[in-house]
């Protein structure tokens, strides 16, 4: 069998320009295209917009099987919807008639909002496949931009492979840096709601609110080594050996030890995710509050930190469907999946927080809020 070698800085050199190549070669990327898109509508019963365009144009189906069009709009979407609360959250923080326990929380939430806001834009970015030119080689391709791969004798399913894992990795880290900058913050605020609930006639928090926040911070790095320094416990074939890429680890092994290395990283975030949530909700019943105010402070509370389960959750399942792919592969399916969930679940937590305080600070003012917290005193 042919051996193809793939050299990216090549890809990025013959992108600069679509050279002349024998008809030959590109009607042979066309059908291959047609064949895919057609795979692809066998196998889901599907046909995006994005398949009706001239086949010379449509995005090659072994980087984006679900069309471009799709996979930026649910980020496209969390994004608007991110920004267009916080900036609702900031605007009703600094209204004159909004408490100040209220209005700092607002704050708080807006820029939790705004902060991922700006990292859901450089996602939609590379979902979008708009290209910077220091990273022309590690973007989708239309069939007409294979053409200088088929110029470079280059395998376009290298390519396809590159680009998806290459890709995932960038939007991963670009979760990561967003998760390490508002969970702090998010979670300040969730203790200073469950702080007010304590002190007005709710049991003592197990934790200090600068603790609970502090906590955040190591469980993201602990996470981000788990992902991008052990590769989720998956190996990295050496040398063309695909053995070492499924099956059984022998005890001892390179392969086994960097498993365990990835369950305890893994494993220690799931910790301090537990006894951060332990610390906001340890003791908590909504139904000990007699005041509709505090009563829905605290049932807000429960929920928003409960749908914090969520994200381990898509972390675990994501590791159970890649024990189904070669290591050095990452599966588009997967990678729709990660973007849906992860945006449901940033705009029903951090969209949620925002919402809330928002709302709460419409209905309870200043003047509600001030004999609130002296009648529960």
């Known amino acids: 069998m042919k051996k193809f070698a793939f050299d990216l800085g090549a890809v990025s050199r013959a992108a600069e320009g679509t050279a002349a190549i024998p008809k030959e070669k590109r009607d042979i990327a066309i059908e291959e ?41 649910i980020v496209r979407l969390a994004f608007f919807k991110l920004l267009g609360i916080g900036l609702l959250a900031l605007a009703v923080g600094l209204r004159t008639s909004t408490g100040p326990h209220a209005g700092f929380s607002c704050c708080l939430s807006a820029a939790v909002n705004l902060i991922a806001a700006g990292h859901y834009l450089k996602i939609w970015d590379v979902r979008a496949q708009r290209r910077h030119p220091s990273r022309a080689a590690l973007a989708a391709r239309t069939t007409v931009g294979y053409e200088p791969l088929a110029k470079e004798s280059s395998d376009p399913d290298v390519h396809a492979k590159a680009v998806r894992m290459a890709q995932e990795t960038l939007v991963d880290s670009l979760r990561h840096t967003d998760w390490v900058s508002t969970l702090t ?28 926040a502090g906590l955040q911070g190591p469980m993201v790095f602990l996470g981000a080594f788990y992902r991008f320094f052990l590769h989720e416990g998956r190996v990295r074939p050496e040398d063309g050996d695909k053995s070492q890429l499924k099956g059984p680890r022998s005890c001892g092994t390179r392969e086994n030890r960097l498993w365990i290395f990835a369950f305890v990283c893994f494993a220690g975030a799931s910790g301090l995710f537990a006894v951060s949530t332990w610390g906001l909700l340890a003791g908590l019943d909504p139904a000990d509050y007699d005041d509709e105010v505090l009563k829905a402070d605290a049932m807000a509370l429960y929920m928003l930190t409960l749908v914090w389960v969520g994200y381990p959750l898509v972390q675990i399942y994501a590791r159970v469907r890649l024990s189904w792919v070669d290591d050095n592969e990452y599966p588009s399916s997967l990678s729709i999946c990660k973007d849906f969930l992860f945006a449901t679940l940033d705009i029903t937590s951090k969209c949620g927080l925002a919402v809330y305080v928002a709302t709460r600070a419409y209905w309870c003012n200043a003047t509600c ?5 002296t009648k529960a005193a």
Do not use: C, Q
């Open 369 to 373: 809020e001030a004999g609130v917290y």
């Open 185 to 212: 913050v998010m979670a300040y605020d969730l203790a200073l709601m469950r702080e007010e609930l304590s002190n007005h006639g709710g049991p003592a928090m197990p934790l200090s609110k600068e603790t609970i």
């Open 33 to 73: 295209t047609l064949s895919k898109t057609r795979e692809f509508e066998n196998r889901w019963k599907l046909n995006f917009s994005d398949f009706e365009m001239p086949v010379e144009y449509v995005f090659n189906p072994r980087i984006l099987p679900f069309g471009v069009g799709l996979r930026a709009s």
